[in-house]
């Protein structure tokens, strides 16, 4: 008589586990919001003026970081498809948290566009958003807007909490000081992150939103999770649409004013006489409607059509800059503080809205590959914010000009959104009017349900399967009623981690090399003096 094979994994208790993969995205979307976005500007002037540097030769590290991100970014989605987000995350972990100390020791421009342009970047996109927003589209389809609107609440959260406790200790003890404190909050919260992550609810024998996959009365769900899964398009079949182009620029073009004014925040303010303080409050203060609204955007979501909830928030962020630009040349304090308020609400629905329409226009099966041929683009438009802002700056000794074009630039991704085409393959029956929200149609149980997912029947790959292990060709449809088998799995590789640990290595040994030369020239300053 042979043994019955094991039950699958189940990790977690009686709450779903999609929801622990909650947490972990909030965390990890919050940490790379302080780290590429919110910590640039406290650390903007004091760097600057202490190293002699203009604010585009500082801001062109981030600029290069934008473009590295690009790159990691179309390297890493198909692994996310297949091997899920720890290891990645573990070794984005290490690696940011080694470039963060060495950033630390920095005393000359090259040092700088390496460390903050290039090694942070490559940590912060192998365990940054892109890989915890990826995961959690695949544990979630029916409740996906509000999963992922708590999740992206971590970039408000963020916007909170690093201009006010990191100002402070840049202001008493020295940016190299505050490098070193955000090394060690990062090391801590992206490793947590990464320990929770799992790949998909399928490899646990649970369907997405949180019915275990033997439940004979998770009819709903189960062809909800089948028909979202089987209607997947491919990263080529993304490639040829129209769709995904539209997309791409609209959420370019719309997240140009985010990245910018995220940026060049509190210069722009002190510029235009407010204090240090008040110009780091107003940072804080476009960042609280993300904490306190983005999970309601996310519910919206779920109920309205995306695209028409993105074209609110670009209009929202139009508006904001039509209003930041004369309060700021009045001096007003309260006007002021009103603009980065209606900022703050457009940006809150920017970021969960953006993730739901990717996984409702094009599946969850091969969401990674896709959002890696996007996100490239994306963030070539990211980059260009701050530093065209700069050059403009450097050039006419002010922003109002440049501030205006980008409010043009919101008011055109409104357009661009408005006009994408849901795929073909995605539009749901002309019977119903639940379309674009990331769920399927419900449709009556059929038999064999109890069966739905024998997680561990993965089928053999696709004949025609690239070297990647990706299938060209349009995914097989499940058998009615079933839940739909995951993708074979992998085995894991300890590859990442080990090139980890060696870039780490490698940071650190750069780090010390850089501050005995600092120490080595006080020590030849002080024998000059004497």
Not at 253 to 278: E, H, M, N, V, Y
Request: hydrophobic content about 50%.
């Amino acid at each position: 008589m042979s043994a019955s094979p094991a039950a699958p994994a189940r990790p977690g208790g009686r709450i779903y586990y999609g929801w622990y993969i909650v947490a972990a995205a909030l965390a990890t979307n919050g940490m790379s919001a302080c780290l590429q976005g919110y910590s640039t500007g406290v650390f903007f002037v004091p760097m600057s003026d202490d190293l002699g540097w203009t604010r585009t030769e500082f801001i062109v590290a981030l600029t290069i970081s934008q473009f590295v991100m690009a790159i990691v970014g179309a390297l890493i989605g198909g692994l996310i498809d297949r091997h899920g987000g720890r290891m990645l995350m573990l070794a984005g972990a290490l690696v940011t948290s080694a470039a963060l100390l060495a950033t630390a020791e920095v005393d000359e421009l090259w040092q700088w566009r390496v460390l903050r342009g290039v090694a942070q970047a490559v940590g912060v996109g192998l365990g940054g958003l892109l890989v915890a927003n990826v995961v959690l589209s695949k544990w979630f389809v029916r409740y996906r807007g509000r999963a992922l609107g708590i999740a992206v609440t971590g970039l408000s959260l963020a916007g909170v909490l690093t201009p006010t406790l990191l100002t402070p200790v840049v202001d008493d003890y020295g940016w190299r000081a505050g490098w070193r404190v955000l090394a060690v909050a990062t090391a801590l919260l992206m490793i947590s992150a990464a320990l929770v992550m799992r790949r998909q609810p399928e490899d646990h024998g649970l369907l997405p939103d949180g019915r275990a996959a033997e439940d004979p009365e998770a009819g709903e769900e189960a062809e909800r999770a089948r028909l979202d899964y089987d209607t997947s398009l491919t990263r080529r079949q993304a490639i040829r649409s129209t769709a995904l182009w539209l997309l791409v620029a609209a959420f370019g073009l719309g997240g140009l004013s985010f990245t910018a004014l995220g940026a060049q925040t509190i210069p722009f303010l002190t510029d235009s006489g407010f204090s240090r303080t008040t110009a780091a409050g107003m940072l804080s203060l476009f960042a609280l409607p993300g904490l306190l609204t983005r999970a309601f955007w996310g519910v919206l979501a779920e109920r309205i059509q995306p695209r028409l909830l993105a074209a609110a928030a670009f209009l929202a962020t139009a508006a904001a800059m039509a209003i930041i630009i004369p309060a700021a040349r009045s001096g007003s304090t309260a006007l002021v503080a009103l603009g980065f308020l209606t900022f703050g609400c457009g940006i809150a629905g920017f970021v969960p809205i953006q993730e739901v329409i990717w996984a409702s226009f094009f599946g969850r099966r091969y969401l990674g590959g896709v959002r890696g041929v996007a996100m490239p683009f994306q963030l070539v438009f990211s980059a260009a914010g701050p530093f065209v802002v700069s050059l403009y700056f450097d050039a006419f000794a002010s922003y109002d000009g440049v501030f205006a074009a980008l409010a043009l630039c919101a008011l055109l991704a409104t357009v661009l959104v408005l006009a994408a085409p849901m795929p073909r393959a995605r539009r749901a029956p002309p019977r119903t009017r639940e379309r674009e929200v990331g769920r399927a149609p419900p449709e009556p149980a059929l038999p064999g349900l109890a069966a739905a997912a024998a997680v561990g029947a993965h089928p053999p790959p696709a004949p025609g399967a690239d070297a990647r292990g990706t299938d060209p060709r349009p995914p097989a449809p499940a058998a009615p009623g079933r839940a739909p088998a995951p993708p074979p799995r992998r085995a894991r590789s300890a590859a990442p981690l080990l090139a980890a640990a060696a870039g780490c290595a490698a940071l650190l040994l750069l780090a010390a090399a850089i501050r005995r030369r600092r120490r080595a020239g006080r020590v030849d300053a002080r024998d000059r003096r004497s």
